[in-house]
């Protein structure tokens, strides 16, 4: 829930921003050693389980999380840190063309979304992250992401808990890509932006 919804909840009473942070701030102190935890995340507050709670959970729904392929991870990785690209700023930084299936999985998942259009022969689409995928992954906010510098962007999404099966396609999305003549090795370098 968003500070503004929480608000609502204390309409009678005079509860300011800041006493609603304080509380919080409370909360998440009381429940500091207990297998839930209050995170602030990009579109509010909410519980959830701690990591170390994982294997646990776990076992109540044997159901395992979708893989995603390398190809996947790297048109996710550049559309989170080059933000806002077109699908052929993709394909020039990746050096193979993106399918459009690999596009559709993203959005399907709801991790990123059409931002706009280029003006530009075409008026392809820019593609960004949304806030799902900052709640997905626990962040407030993009500047919460890993700086490149210090890790490939693919490697870092999968620290973040993405990670795909290494060395086999993961998904039908690789195989499309695989026919389509893709490849997934990750390019070592990306090139500066020059928009």
Excluded: C
């Amino acid at each position: 829930m968003s500070l503004s919804e929480l608000r609502k909840l204390f309409s009678e009473e005079d509860v300011s921003t800041d006493d609603l942070r304080r509380l919080l701030a409370l909360l998440q102190l009381d429940w500091r050693d207990r297998g839930l935890e209050l995170v602030s995340v990009a579109t509010g507050w909410r519980f959830q389980s701690r990591p170390e709670m994982q294997r646990y959970l776990s076992r109540l729904d044997p159901v395992r999380p979708p893989k995603y392929s390398r190809a996947v991870l790297e048109t996710l990785a550049i559309i989170a840190w080059r933000q806002p690209v077109t699908r052929g700023d993709i394909e020039d930084i990746r050096g193979v063309t993106v399918s459009t299936q690999i596009v559709r999985t993203l959005e399907e998942r709801g991790w990123i979304e059409v931002l706009g259009h280029r003006d530009a022969p075409g008026r392809p689409a820019l593609l960004g992250t949304t806030h799902q995928f900052l709640d997905d992954l626990g962040l407030k906010s993009l500047d919460d992401l890993p700086p490149l510098e210090e890790v490939e962007a693919v490697d870092a999404l999968a620290v973040l808990a993405f990670e795909a099966e290494p060395g086999a396609p993961a998904d039908a999305v690789a195989e499309t890509e695989a026919a389509e003549g893709g490849t997934n090795e990750i390019p070592t370098e990306y090139p500066k932006e020059n928009d």
